[in-house]
């Protein structure tokens, strides 16, 4: 290895904290030198990842879901309705105070969700059955002022990619069928993204300020953490109770009317890099792999058939809607591997003098390191089925690597010794002072409530002794 390689090299994904930031850094996703504590900035390449994520998030809501933009700015009066939304967000939320020098009537706040700047105009637009069901979503940012420790990706004062969906419905029912679908939506987005979630009901201490109940799907990162990466609200008609959204039903009596909103940001990026990635940087699922395949001509002295059969094959790739890149730099071949495998390319195509005597290409696997050498006429085929095997194979390996780490477990001690590893699976007897004690004595506190509850299954909550047949996962969170 090269001086100037060694020196670029990644701290091995076991100091995870230290990997995640540097990789972060070199794989070119974010910049982390802004100067305003908790802000960042995204990469061209980094971006290019995400617009290749949040295509895949429009294409599954666009199905029932109109798109829309809401003002970041949200006045004080309209902020300040909902007094249980308000005591969950009053010590995150920015204002702003003045016009230039001028003091503002009324003071603005930048939305941290957008609630209370959607439902004062779902107000005039609700009249009546036909309505509903109204879903809108809008790709924003959000501000909150977070005091912890802010970190890229996961812990952000401004959350740059916040995709928020807000629907209303007709009955508590439609929305709770609702707050399942976003659910399914949500799971079916991560399987795309090669990322294996769980879902589960967020006990009532920890659900969305405002909700009747909360769904939220966690990924589980490297370091034995869960992080929340979707959340779906049930509202009830509580919003619109304090928005005066209402409809008239058949007899001609106003009716408020039922909502969900559900959340997605750019956590979901944090979560398949930090779950894929590896010492050598980046693996990138070819879904959102910005070069999915980079074509690397091994060059001698006069090579300009290898290179024309590379232009070829790289014509013939990008005609089957392949992301494609042919690296021609002056660079040696190993730091142009190394530059491709730091960038996550999940297909490497090397070609040269010798593969062409023998008509064939050599493919590499990013994700295995695996070659296999396939012939050059079929090499768009080859790539292609190569795509869609490394995919599977990451979905498939992630969720081996999440079903290894959720551990039954009896006793608090028990717990304690799992929680490095992962999410330990204990019964509940669905006290509270008991979630709560949990938190206290092992420093994690119940994540939440799964919807498939082992059949006839019964054990002992682990704090309190009684009998319960609940099971609930417990999680170290971010
Ligand atoms: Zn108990």
């Known amino acids: 290895m090269a001086e100037q390689e060694k020196e670029a090299a990644l701290p091995s994904k076991k100091n995870f904290s230290e990997w995640y930031n540097d990789l972060l850094q070199k794989g070119e996703v974010m910049d982390v030198r802004y100067p305003v504590k908790g802000l960042y900035v995204w990469f061209p390449f980094g971006f290019n990842i995400r617009r290749n994520v949040y295509d895949i998030m429009r294409g599954l809501l666009d199905k029932d879901h109109q798109e829309t933009m ?39 706040a930048l939305r941290p969700t957008s609630e209370t700047a959607i439902y004062p105009m779902y107000k005039l637009w609700i009249r009546s059955h036909a309505d509903m069901p109204l879903k809108l979503y809008q790709i924003v940012n959000t501000f909150r002022y977070e005091t912890k ?66 769904i939220a799907t966690d990924a589980l990162m490297p370091d034995g953490k869960t992080l929340q990466v979707g959340t779906a609200h049930h509202l009830g008609d509580n919003f619109a109770r304090t928005f005066d959204i209402t409809y008239e039903d058949a007899e001609g009596e106003q009716i408020y009317a039922f909502q969900t909103c559900y ?97 064939a290409v050599m493919l590499v696997r990013r994700d295995t390191g695996e070659k296999e050498q396939v012939s050059l006429d079929n090499a768009t085929d080859e790539v292609l089925s190569l795509l869609d095997a490394i995919h599977d194979d990451l979905y498939s390996k992630a969720r081996a690597d ?20 992962g999410i330990a699976k204990i019964f509940w007897c669905g006290n ?42 417990v999680a170290r969170t971010y």
């Open 70 to 108: 809401f003002p970041l700015l949200i006045p004080e009066n309209e902020f300040m309705k909902e007094a249980e939304h308000i005591k969950g967000f009053e010590d995150e939320v920015y204002w702003v105070t003045h016009g230039g020098t001028t003091p503002l009537d009324v003071k603005l």
């Open 149 to 214: 420790h802010t970190r890229p990706l996961i812990r952000l004062r401004e959350i740059t990619s916040f995709k928020e969906a807000h629907t209303v419905h007709a009955t508590w029912e439609d929305a709770a069928a609702q707050v399942d679908e976003a659910i399914r939506i949500y799971t079916e987005f991560y399987r795309q993204l090669a990322v294996p979630v769980l879902a589960s009901r967020r006990p009532d201490w920890d659900k969305f300020p405002g909700a009747d109940y909360t």
């Open 263 to 359: 959340g997605v940001s750019e956590r979901s990026i944090a979560a398949l890099i930090s779950i894929h990635g590896d010492d050598k940087g980046l693996v990138l699922p070819p879904a959102v792999a910005p070069v999915q395949v980079v074509i690397i001509p091994i060059i001698f002295k006069k090579s300009d058939d290898v290179l024309e059969a590379c232009e070829t094959v790289k014509a013939d790739l990008e005609a089957a809607g392949v992301r494609v890149k042919m690296d021609t730099s002056d660079n040696r071949p190993g730091a142009k591997y190394y530059k491709w495998e730091m960038r996550g390319v999940p297909v490497r195509l090397e070609l040269g003098p010798r593969d062409l005597k023998k008509n």
């Open 402 to 421: 999440l079903k290894e780490r959720i551990f039954e477990c009896e006793n608090l001690e028990d717990i304690r010794e799992k929680l490095p590893v």
């Open 432 to 473: 509270k002072d008991c979630g709560l004690k949990l938190e206290d004595d092992i420093g994690a506190g119940i994540l939440g409530i799964p919807d498939e509850q082992s059949e006839g299954c019964s054990g002992k909550c682990p704090v309190c002794g009684s009998d319960s047949s609940t099971q609930v996962y």
